[in-house]
Every structure is written in structure tokens, then in C-alpha cells.
């Protein structure tokens, strides 16, 4: 099964942009909808926003219109561009296949504090 390994993530102040690279270790063609999940400290893994293989895309109530999501099929990655970045925003941030894999990386902690 394909790996994923998360990056770009760090510390910002409310209001600012960040955004996420997930590196897959094979090609993402083949699945059809790809997604960012983030968990918060003491909460459940959510899932924030998917991707499908020619683009259309969905989001959480809690995330849309300020994080959009894409994928560059020819890279195997998957983005998540961050704007407007809240406190609640703070999480470890994962990608992963949607439904989930049972391979998860590390994450990439994302932070929004002043």
C-alpha cells in the first residue's frame, strides 16, 4: 500500500497561511479520493478536506472557504493551503487515502497561537 510523509508544518500566528505537502511513496492516480485529516489533543482523527482524482473537492464546515486542497498527480503529493489559520486550527496534520489506509505517517504538527 502507498505510504504517505507529511511536511510543512510549524508554528503561526492567527490569521497567517501555511501549506502542507504530503509525499507519497508510490503513484496516487490509482485512488480515487485522497484526504487531510488532523487530530487535536485529546479528540478523534477528522477528516478536513478530500480531494477526487480529477479535482473535485469537498470540505469540512469547520475549514471551507479558507483551506483548499489539490493534487498533483504527475508528483504523487497532495497540498492543503492553510489561510486564515485559527487557534482551533491546531492539530497534527495527516493525508492518507479516503477511506483511510491502514499506513498513517507521522504527521506534521501545525500550530496558530499569537
Known amino acids: 500500500q502507498v505510504q504517505f510523509v507529511e511536511s510543512g508544518g510549524g508554528l503561526v500566528q492567527p490569521g497567517g497561511s501555511l501549506r502542507l505537502s504530503c509525499a507519497a511513496s508510490g503513484s496516487i492516480f490509482s485512488i480515487v479520493r485522497m484526504g487531510w485529516y488532523r487530530q487535536a489533543p485529546g479528540k478523534q482523527r477528522e477528516l478536513v478536506a478530500t480531494t477526487r482524482r480529477f479535482g473535485l473537492t469537498n470540505y469540512a464546515d469547520s475549514v471551507n472557504g479558507r483551506f483548499t486542497i489539490f493534487r498533483d498527480n504527475e508528483r504523487n503529493t497532495v497540498y492543503l493551503q492553510m489561510n486564515s489559520l485559527k487557534p482551533e486550527d491546531t492539530a497534527v496534520y495527516y493525508c492518507?487515502?479516503?477511506?483511510?489506509?491502514?499506513?498513517w505517517g507521522q504527521g506534521t504538527q501545525v500550530t496558530v497561537s499569537s
Open positions: 492518507n487515502s479516503d477511506p483511510p489506509n491502514d499506513y
